[in-house]
Structures are given as C-alpha cells and as structure tokens.
C-alpha cells in the first residue's frame, strides 16, 4: 500500500524562463535621436547658450577629416525649444519667419552676384587662368572657334560670289564647328563648378549635356540645310562661277582643319594611354566628351573639304552642276553621321555607365580580402564623368571580427567584473544595451575605413556607398 501511495504521489518540477517585456516603440519613435549643434539651431530656432545646459554626447563622425563630434538627444532639444518658445505653435510661427528672411537673402545673393557678372562683362575679367582652368587639356580654346569663324566667313563669300552648293554646305559646317565649340565650352566651365545642396554628386554631366546638345541641334540643323541645299541643286541647276577663289579658300581651310585633327589625335592617344584603352575604345566609350568632339568636328571638316573639293573640281572639268550638288549631299550626309555618334555616346554616358569589368573586379577584391568582410554583393560602379567614379556594394560583415576589433580596445578585467555584476534581466539588458551599442559604433567604424582606404587606393572613386547585410 504504501509503495502505491508513493507512486501515485508525485513531484512536479515547473522551469520558468526569464524574459524581458517587449517594447512598443510606436510608428515614430526619436527619444533616442542625436542631432547636431547646427541642425538645433536651425530647425528648432535656437542659440549656442541655449544647448549649453543639454546633455552632451560625443559620436563617431562619419566624415574622414574629423575623429569625433558632440552631438545632442533630440528629446533634449524638443523640450528645450519648448521652453524657450513656449509652445508649439510659436515655434512653427518662428521657423516660417527665418524661411522668409532666408530666402530674402537669397534673393539678394543672386542679384548680387547678376550685378558682379554684369560689372565683370563691361570692364573685362582680368582674372589669369592657370594651367589647370577648365580648358586646360581640351581642344576647345578660342584660337580654333577664330579659326572656324574665319572659315564660316571666307566659305560664306565664296558661296555668295561662285553660287556653290558644295561650298554652301561646308560654309554651313564650318558656323555648326563655331557655334557647337562655343557650347561645348560652356558646358566644360559648367562641368568643374563644386558640388552643392541640390546637386551632391557636382555638374560633371554638364560636358556630355552639352555635346548631346550639339549633335541634336547644331549638327542636325547643318545636315538639314546641306541636304536641303543639295536637292534644290539638283531640282534646279544653276550654272557656277569661276571656282578658283573656292579652291584657295578651302585648301586653307584643309590646311587649318588638318593641324587641329593632328593634335586631337595626339590627345586622344595620350588620355587613351593614361587609362589603359586603346584609340578606339577610348572614342566609343567616349571617356572625354570634349576632346571627342573636336576630333568628329575636325575629321568631318578634312573629309568634308576634300569631298567638296572633288564635286566641285568635277564640275568645273564637265560644267555639270549636278556634280557640285552632290557635293552638298554627301557634306550633309557627313554631318548627319557626326549628330548620330554624338548622340549615342553621349547618350549612353547620361545614362550611367559601368566602368570597365576589370576596375569593378578589382574594387570588389579589395574588400573580399579584408578581414572583416565575408560577402560582397550588387557591385554597381558608375563612371560620373571627369574621370570621376561612384561604387555602391552590399557587404556582409564578419560579426565575430567585428565584435573582435571591439573588444581589442576594451579593459577586458572591467568586463569580466560587469558580467559578473549581472544578476536580474535589468542588468542583462543594461549590459548588453551598453556594449551592443558600442559594437554597433564600431561596425560604422570599420565601415568608415573600408570607404577611406578605398578612395585613397583608388583615386578616381569619389563616392563609395557601402550598405550592410
């Protein structure tokens, strides 16, 4: 009896298991928020005395010319505006006020600036350009626009005096040459003007923007008058004067237009070779806008005053002017081929194109052989123009190395003790909050290096994106 009274008495052992009571942050939680000195004064419409009194807090800066910052709790600084302002209305009132008197000055910046243009034109900038102003290197400098002007001018007479539509066309041609240097000029000086507030990542694009312009206006409005001018030719012949000042004023021409064909030439190969491209590649891939448009300009000028030269040289021999219409044609055909290559390349570098495999390839191996990088995924390299490159990677994070990195800078006797201090889920949760945070910061940290060592690496990436898996 009572061996059955004990097996049916029996003892149940209940284990609890200890865990923290989850929080509810809500939709918009900023209690833990840091925001700047500057970012406090002008979005909460305070003074530098007034963070005086704030608690402060020094952070990790995200930029590479600072080691750390003080920043200051958001929750802090809404309650001090409180205070100072004394509700939330009369904050709101304050912070359209300053918008108006902001954008006042801003206004009175602008017209400022139109009043020092307009003073510079009429007395003449006498600023020196220095061996790195926005037209060193490039081919589009005033002397060629003189030269184009005069040819525009010379070709212009000789068409009026002999009635050429061969010399009509290259007449054409040559103002499509001035007036497309001109805007391709402007689009350089445009292209080096620093980043700002609304265009982070700078004007470089303004080059490929203003040769894009060029080959859909200016070489397209060329082509359409050649090729215009050629059919009424040959609908309507008309006989042709003597051709022997046409034949002086384009063997001029071709003397000028093959000197500058010879030095693009020679700067395309030196650019080629300095990025490891050959002739070819680096005018398809159209690495420098600027200098490729000279050289389209000037080997459709040479080729379109030697086509010129033999329609018209045909026509003087047979007294057809059939011939000398033709000749406009095939200028305007010739031009219409420049417009289509512009508007292609430059088409494709406005787009955003990758840089070469092998550059991407080697970025990417570069943080594959860090340490503290397991993974590297959805590389995207954009060439930005200027030789200026941006990388973007996901990368995923050894936590072991990380929290490794973390420790190694940590009193590790102080941390033993802590741990021995925990004794509640409270002081399980102050631990871990304290020293999750501080390996949270020191993943930023290790990021922060990888984008450093990156861009010191390799000079030509000016923006590096890194996202954390």
Same mark, same amino acid.
């Given at each position: 009896?009572? #061996?059955?009274?004990?097996?049916?008495?029996?003892?149940?052992? /209940?284990?609890?298991?200890?865990?923290?009571?989850?929080?509810?942050?809500?939709?918009?939680?900023?209690?833990?928020? %840091?925001?700047?000195?500057?970012?406090?004064?002008?979005?909460?419409?305070?003074? +530098?005395?007034?963070?005086?009194?704030?608690?402060?807090?020094?952070?990790?800066?995200?930029?590479?010319?600072?080691?750390?910052?003080?920043?200051?709790?958001?929750?802090?600084?809404?309650?001090?505006?409180?205070?100072?302002?004394?509700?939330?209305?009369?904050?709101?009132?304050?912070?359209?006020?300053?918008?108006?008197?902001?954008?006042?000055?801003?206004?009175?910046?602008?017209?400022?600036?139109?009043?020092?243009?307009?003073?510079?034109?009429?007395?003449?900038? /006498?600023?020196?350009?220095?061996?790195?102003?926005?037209?060193?290197?490039?081919?589009?400098?005033?002397?060629?626009?003189?030269?184009?002007?005069?040819? %525009? #001018?010379?070709?212009?007479?000789?068409?009026?005096?002999?009635?050429?539509?061969?010399? %009509?066309?290259?007449?054409?041609? +040559?103002?499509?040459?001035?007036?497309?240097?001109?805007?391709?000029?402007?689009? #350089?000086?445009?292209?080096?003007?620093?980043?700002?507030?609304?265009?982070?990542?700078? %004007?470089?694009?303004?080059?490929?923007?203003?040769?894009?312009? +060029?080959?859909?206006?200016?070489?397209?409005?060329?082509?359409?008058?050649?090729?215009?001018?050629?059919?009424?030719?040959?609908?309507?012949?008309?006989?042709?004067?003597?051709?022997?000042?046409?034949?002086?004023?384009?063997?001029?021409?071709?003397?000028?237009?093959?000197?500058?064909?010879?030095?693009?030439?020679?700067?395309?190969?030196?650019?080629?070779?300095?990025?490891?491209?050959?002739?070819?590649?680096?005018?398809?891939? +159209?690495?420098?806008?600027?200098?490729?448009?000279?050289?389209?300009?000037?080997?459709?000028?040479?080729?379109?005053?030697?086509?010129?030269?033999?329609?018209?040289?045909?026509?003087?021999?047979?007294?057809?002017?059939?011939?000398?219409?033709?000749?406009?044609?095939?200028?305007?055909?010739?031009?219409?081929?420049?417009?289509?290559?512009?508007?292609?390349?430059?088409?494709?570098?406005?787009?955003?194109?990758?840089?070469?495999?092998?550059?991407?390839?080697?970025?990417?191996?570069?943080?594959?052989?860090?340490?503290?990088?397991?993974?590297?995924?959805?590389?995207?390299?954009?060439?930005?123009?200027?030789?200026?490159?941006?990388?973007?990677?996901?990368?995923?994070?050894?936590?072991?190395?990380?929290?490794?990195?973390?420790?190694?800078?940590?009193?590790?006797?102080?941390?033993?003790?802590?741990?021995?201090?925990?004794?509640?889920?409270?002081?399980?949760?102050?631990?871990?909050?304290?020293?999750?945070?501080?390996?949270?910061?020191?993943?930023?940290?290790?990021?922060?290096?990888?984008?450093?060592?990156?861009?010191?690496?390799?000079?030509?990436?000016?923006?590096?994106?890194?996202?954390?898996?």
């Amino acid at each position: 009896v009572l #061996i059955l009274l004990m097996s049916r008495h029996t003892h149940t052992h /209940t284990h609890f298991r200890a865990v923290l009571k989850k929080r509810e942050y809500g939709a918009k939680y900023t209690q833990n928020n %840091f925001i700047t000195a500057v970012r406090a004064m002008n979005e909460f419409c305070l003074k +530098s005395s007034d963070l005086e009194q704030l608690r402060k807090i020094r952070r990790r800066s995200p930029h590479d010319d600072t080691e750390a910052f003080t920043v200051f709790l958001r929750s802090d600084v809404e309650a001090k505006a409180l205070d100072v302002w004394g509700s939330p209305e009369a904050l709101v009132r304050e912070r359209n006020l300053r918008k108006e008197v902001e954008r006042e000055y801003q206004e009175n910046i602008f017209r400022n600036q139109q009043l020092l243009k307009e003073y510079k034109d009429f007395w003449g900038n /006498t600023k020196v350009s220095s061996s790195n102003s926005v037209f060193s290197g490039h081919l589009t400098k005033s002397p060629d626009q003189i030269c184009n002007g005069l040819n %525009f #001018i010379f070709k212009l007479l000789a068409w009026v005096y002999t009635g050429s539509a061969s010399m %009509f066309s290259e007449a054409i041609h +040559s103002l499509a040459d001035t007036c497309n240097q001109a805007l391709l000029a402007l689009g #350089i000086s445009q292209s080096v003007r620093n980043p700002d507030a609304g265009h982070p990542y700078g %004007f470089s694009n303004m080059r490929y923007i203003a040769s894009l312009i +060029s080959g859909v206006g200016i070489f397209m409005m060329g082509a359409g008058l050649s090729w215009y001018h050629g059919v009424m030719g040959l609908l309507h012949p008309q006989p042709i004067e003597s051709l022997l000042w046409a034949y002086c004023i384009l063997a001029g021409s071709l003397v000028s237009e093959g000197a500058t064909l010879l030095v693009a030439i020679n700067e395309i190969k030196k650019s080629a070779k300095q990025h490891g491209l050959t002739f070819y590649e680096y005018v398809m891939q +159209s690495r420098d806008p600027s200098t490729n448009v000279v050289l389209l300009e000037d080997a459709a000028a040479v080729l379109g005053v030697t086509l010129a030269a033999g329609c018209m040289g045909l026509t003087s021999l047979t007294g057809n002017p059939l011939y000398d219409s033709l000749g406009s044609l095939g200028v305007g055909t010739l031009l219409g081929a420049v417009s289509a290559f512009l508007i292609y390349t430059n088409t494709e570098a406005l787009l955003g194109r990758s840089i070469q495999p092998e550059r991407v390839q080697k970025l990417t191996e570069f943080l594959e052989n860090d340490p503290a990088v397991r993974a590297v995924h959805d590389v995207k390299a954009t060439d930005l123009g200027l030789s200026k490159v941006r990388f973007k990677a996901e990368v995923d994070f050894d936590g072991r190395v990380v929290t490794r990195s973390y420790l190694e800078k940590q009193d590790i006797d102080q941390i033993l003790n802590d741990i021995q201090q925990v004794k509640t889920p409270e002081d399980l949760e102050n631990f871990m909050l304290k020293h999750g945070e501080n390996i949270i910061d020191t993943l930023g940290a290790e990021v922060d290096r990888l984008e450093k060592e990156l861009k010191q690496r390799n000079p030509e990436v000016r923006h590096v994106d890194l996202e954390i898996l």
